[in-house]
């Protein structure tokens, strides 16, 4: 698996933990109703929960909440704030230099997505921002948290095909990595060409057959991975934007083992 996780707040904690209703066998197709949903200035709120554990052993928890704005065919940003946790396990098997580089990354830390570029609210380890910078500006946009995307129609289309049981709009299954790889894009980021891993998911969907929440479990190698996420306020108004170019400091600023000065003056952020 080369990456399950991406850059998540406090927040989503209690948003986690509502009781998702089942509703009755109107039949929807959720490839569809979510396909509607892409219109430039509209969007979703998500709060998700990525854990990965040696099973009795060391874990790493990652929450995050925020925003996805979509464009007319696909999620085109996000503002998303994590935060990390450990547990004794983890933590008492790092040294000195581990042990405080695994407290500075705790967050929470703010993430913008937009245009091509992400946005971090602070510095790569062990830098600290400079004086008058809020943002550390990356020249890629990470893939979206979680062993599923749903906001993907590709993804959310081979789950529904996978499912072993799709009623009271509750969708059930399992799918391997090599089978998701081959029809998502984001699986394909995440997993390349995937495997015989398995991934076991539940989908719950509202009325109109939107995601509403999501679980996904699966074990590529020898440690465990969960991942849950809560969608709400579908269709609501979201315009996201990319920090004042007075704030950032491009990442390449901080090469060479450290902040180049040099840099920071001479080189500016369109």
């Known amino acids: 698996m080369k990456r399950i996780v991406a850059g998540l707040a406090v927040a989503a904690g209690a948003a986690l933990v509502a009781p998702v209703p089942v509703h009755a066998a109107a039949k929807v197709d959720p490839?569809?109703?979510?396909?509607?949903?892409?219109?430039?200035?509209?969007?979703?709120?998500?709060?998700?929960?990525?854990?990965?554990?040696?099973?009795?052993?060391?874990?790493?928890?990652?929450?995050?909440?925020g925003v996805i704005e979509f464009?007319?065919?696909?999620?085109?940003a996000s503002d998303l704030t994590s935060e990390r946790s450990y547990n004794s396990a983890y933590l008492g098997k790092l040294n000195k230099d581990q042990r405080e580089r695994a407290e500075a990354e705790r967050g929470p830390v703010r993430t913008i997505s937009v245009n091509s570029a992400s946005y971090v609210s602070r510095a790569p380890y062990p830098d600290e921002l400079p004086v008058g910078k809020s943002w550390v500006r990356y020249e890629e946009v990470p893939g979206r948290s979680g062993l599923v995307d749903v906001l993907?129609?590709?993804?959310?289309?081979?789950?529904?095909?996978?499912?072993?049981?799709?009623r009271d709009g509750v969708i059930k299954g399992t799918i391997t990595t090599a089978k998701l790889a081959a029809a998502s894009p984001s699986a394909r980021r995440q997993f390349g060409r995937g495997g015989s891993a398995k991934i076991a998911y539940t989908v719950w969907l509202d009325a109109s057959?939107?995601?509403?929440?999501?679980?996904?479990?699966?074990?590529?190698?020898?440690?465990?991975?969960?991942y849950e996420a809560r969608f709400r306020s579908w269709g609501h108004s979201v315009s996201i934007f990319a920090p004042s170019q007075n704030d950032v400091v491009r990442r390449s600023a901080f090469d060479n083992g450290g902040l180049d000065q040099m840099t920071l003056n001479v080189e500016g952020v369109n």
Request: hydrophobic fraction near 40%.
């Open 31 to 65: 490839v569809k109703a979510l396909r509607e949903q892409f219109e430039g200035g509209k969007g979703v709120e998500v709060a998700s929960l990525t854990k990965m554990a040696i099973p009795g052993g060391p874990s790493t928890t990652v929450r995050e909440s």
């Open 71 to 76: 464009g007319g065919s696909a999620p085109v």
């Open 152 to 166: 993907e129609p590709a993804t959310l289309k081979a789950l529904v095909s996978a499912a072993s049981s799709n």
């Open 209 to 226: 057959g939107l995601v509403e929440r999501v679980v996904a479990a699966a074990s590529p190698s020898r440690y465990d991975v969960t």
